[in-house]
């Protein structure tokens, strides 16, 4: 087996030659020599060191193998790599996408952007409260009218991920209108998701920062003409709009009183803060909403101000580089003890993936160090029939964030209680494994244990716990970016294939407009498998 | 960086030591310069090469970076495992899972196994055929008596996966009761599936092979209060049960003619085709759960008579070998192109990792050798938007399958048309990269290309080819356990878990039996996280 980085040994961008990175690499030397379980035998008080707690929300670390002392060369790392001025930086608003020349300002969203902030002349917060007032007047509007029994979120990507999340994260109150959304281009999903429901009491919002989304446009036009069909110019009515681009909403047929604004500095998958999360609004209620940027804001607060070691999200960022640096892991398990956040592994897969799933730095140069890792996980308990074999007995070592609900939303306490205990006794078995009998007279039972594992406890899944959990693992995802160099907001390697997939059409559908003069022929992998797929399609 | 495995290097089993695996590692020291591109230039008849067309299904493998002799070697590997011997010897009911001393035989299920077969004294194909008498029967009878709109299956893992898979993937006939799927202790989940419904006309299942999965009885338990509360005695009508523990069903309440029988030689992920199949054969008919088997029974009738360099199974196994243990690739994308398969990653994430996330071998020695990968995915087009740019610029490579179905089943043809050409375009960007213009000046905008990607295309999505699609992961995953010379059936990972959970049950709450003496105390984080969420649970 080989390196994997060897044939790209090209100019280093230096991050693996600076002191601080040796100081881990001599660290990690001794690394798999560390157990945990020893750990707290030296020192009693590990737990209370290798935790912190705030406002409802508990981060337990100390089940990670990893010692003090490993833990100051990662904080030097975080120092030398200026962690404080980037974050300073992009509260801020600076420029710090370069490759798009924009700022990235979620946290703006909720209102922890400083006071004044204006970016291309307008001011921030004024914008921020202008949409909070238009969404507060047309989600109010909507529930106490009650003709709209169903909204239909059609958008993909951030869009999609975060608010399908959070709706189904809470709960709103009852008579409230139902939320479907559709991403996928595959036409069974809007299909399947109008079938049961009534145009005259549904609303369609169409959610695109761009209003080019491809998968999002098409569902549109469908979604238009289902209400059209039912009633000439219902669509007029029953469509709203979340984008920065009103001009081609507009022109699409959108009443300018139901465009809801983005911005330029408003990334699509940062973009639940803002007036993507107007389902939430409808369906839970604008305090709920409120009160999910009030989550994220207390977040940002401590991700500015406290000390570095004791900051949560530079904590969980710095394992995660230690493991995927030092320790060769290459992914991450996201563990929801929550049947409500089964979603939560398919957001943050989305944020972090997309974000440092990169290899050039932010200078251009190849990387020659492991960026971001899979991340991917499952609900708990149904996790622990699904993939946790691979987890406590697999070749790989996986560290795993388990994600805990202190408080039921329901008066069935035996099924908390051991909904609890086997989140637990999951982060002990990792932990702790088992060489002991019956391990030792029946290989099969043995564990090899010292798994890394964070616990995450929030008080109650509400929309304000809700939001500090989110805003942490952006957090911690920027920290990371920044310390790997690299750009984390952009999303170049998605682009290539929406120029080929034009190709494609038109090659096989002179109909259809290309993207470029002549583009070249497909492999003929790709030319055969198009001319197979069509002629089935075809004769169908 | 050091070697994941290197404190390990304890007695080998010998497969490294190999000839044929050491042929491999020489073929891998050039792996790296080969380039999918110039393969297809070096040979124009490289696609008719590398890809197998079989009743209504294609698989195209001619998008990986291997050459013809890397393939012959990967066969010469197979062939010194024996796989053919022991392929024989599963579909013979021979005990291959050592440590349970089972047979294992679900393509018994699909009439798969020789005639006259028996296993403890019982002829296989006799209970198969009184099995699906009786499912037949009930789920008509069901049907006809149009009283049960709601069947709600209690079930977790295997019992829970693969029906939700297939009733998610199939239209059932207008009419045909729902099917809800409860399956996480935590009591949201059944609190929230039986708030609308109404016991009168709800059915449960309780599927559980040994009726003692902690999940399913704490379910069962609170759906049969719901129904006896609501009407005395109505639980005695309203539930049925999946299993090979008859008598603890009975105990339960359930009345004997609506209890479904299990064998041991089926194992929970392989389930789907036993009688936990019933909530489809209730949902979409019988002859649509016999379709599914005989798709799977084709799949199984290939796999054990096609030469194994012409057999699907064998070459996925073979070429996922190749990335793992010489190509450092250590996860694996499963990339439905059908918003119906959105499950399929899930379900096939635990039959791959469930099987293979092993580190002792089928004699107990520790390998020296990675075993299963990590398997996530999600559908597309809605991955491209979510975690698509780590596949193309990440710094690992992720092999992936994309599964195209080529008739779609409505009548949006324009979506249709769009989806192929994305799925597509991505396998082509994938293998092609792009390293020229605009890359060469905008480092963000390269693509170094060269990712393995499989494309399985199916005619359409209907019973018979999903059959097909999943007997083919199952023999892949059969294939590579054999290769890792892994006892695939058993699932001892999931084992310590449990024991600690009863562990901590009893320490917060005495009232709880233990399941050994005096169980140690945890950790002290655990025991410190224990005492936190117990208190702030009793005191909510």
């Known amino acids: ?7 790209f040994r090209m100019p280093s961008n230096g991050l693996t030659d600076s002191p601080e990175w040796k100081a881990l690499q001599k660290d990690a030397c001794g690394a798999s020599a560390i157990r945990t379980r020893a750990l707290f035998e030296q020192d009693p008080e590990r737990f209370n060191k290798f935790h912190i707690a705030l406002d409802g929300l ?5 089940k990670h193998p990893v010692t003090a002392e490993i833990m100051t060369h990662l904080i030097a790392l975080a120092r030398a790599a200026e962690l404080e001025s980037w974050r300073d930086k992009m509260f801020a608003g600076v420029q710090i996408n370069t490759t798009e020349d924009r700022a990235v300002l979620h946290t703006a969203l909720r209102h922890s952007a400083p006071e004044g902030l204006e970016v291309d ?4 917060a004024g914008f921020i409260s202008n949409t909070h007032e238009q969404m507060r007047r047309y989600s109010e509007s909507i529930r106490r009218e009650g003709l709209i029994h169903d909204v ?9 991920l975060g608010p399908t999340l959070v709706y189904e994260a809470l709960s709103g109150p009852a008579g409230a209108p139902r939320v479907h959304f559709v991403s996928n281009i595959d036409g069974t999903h809007i299909t399947q998701t109008l079938e049961p429901l009534s ?3 549904t609303l369609f919002i169409i959610s695109s920062k761009t209003f080019k989304t491809l998968e999002t446009l098409e569902n549109a036009q469908t979604a238009k003409s289902w209400l059209d069909d039912f009633k000439p110019g219902l669509s007029r009515e029953h469509m709203a709009a979340v984008t920065a681009n009103r001009e081609d909403a507009e022109a699409f047929g959108i009443a300018p009183a139901q465009i809801f604004p983005l911005r330029e500095w408003i990334g699509g998958r940062y973009s639940l803060w803002s007036a993507v999360g107007l389902p939430i609004a409808i369906a839970h209620g604008f305090d709920q909403f409120e009160a999910l940027l009030e989550g994220a804001r207390t977040i940002d607060t401590h991700f500015q101000t406290a000390p570095l070691d004791r900051n949560i999200p530079v904590i969980m960022a710095l394992l995660g580089l230690w493991h995927r640096n ?5 992914a991450h398990a996201i563990l929801p003890y929550a049947q409500k956040l089964s979603r939560l592994p398919a957001y943050i897969q989305q944020v972090d993936m997309e974000s440092n799933g990169k290899n050039t730095d932010r200078d251009g140069i190849r990387v020659d160090y492991e960026t971001g890792p899979v991340i991917f996980g499952g609900p708990g308990t149904d996790a622990q029939h ?6 406590h007995q697999g070749t790989d070592i996986i560290p795993s964030d388990f994600i805990l ?12 209680r051991q909904l609890l205990a086997s989140a637990l006794a999951q982060t002990q078995a990792l932990m702790e494994g088992r060489t002991s009998e019956p391990a030792n007279d029946a290989p099969h039972r043995r564990f090899e244990g010292n798994r890394p594992v964070s616990t995450l406890i929030l008080e109650q899944l509400d929309a304000y716990h809700l939001g500090m959990l989110l805003a942490l693992y952006e957090h911690k995802i920027f920290v990371q970016g920044i310390l790997w160099r690299l750009n984390s907001f952009d999303q170049w390697g998605v682009e290539l294939g929406k120029t080929l997939a034009q190709d494609i059409l038109h090659q096989l559908n002179p109909g259809v407009v290309p993207t470029r003069e002549n583009p070249p022929a497909p492999d003929p992998s790709t030319q055969n498998l198009a001319t197979y797929l069509f002629k089935s399609f075809i004769n169908s």
């Open 199 to 201: 145009p005259d009491h």
């Open 121 to 124: 002349g307008e001011n921030v």
């Open 58 to 62: 508990l981060f337990d670390y100390s």
């Open 1 to 7: 087996m080989q390196p994997l980085l060897k044939k």
């Open 326 to 330: 030092f320790r060769a892991c290459t």
């Open 152 to 160: 239909v979120v059609i958008g993909i990507g951030g869009p999609n």
């Open 405 to 416: 609900v202190a408080r039921p939303n329901h008066g069935l306490d035996s099924h908390h």
């Open 386 to 391: 699904a993939f946790f074999q691979l987890l």
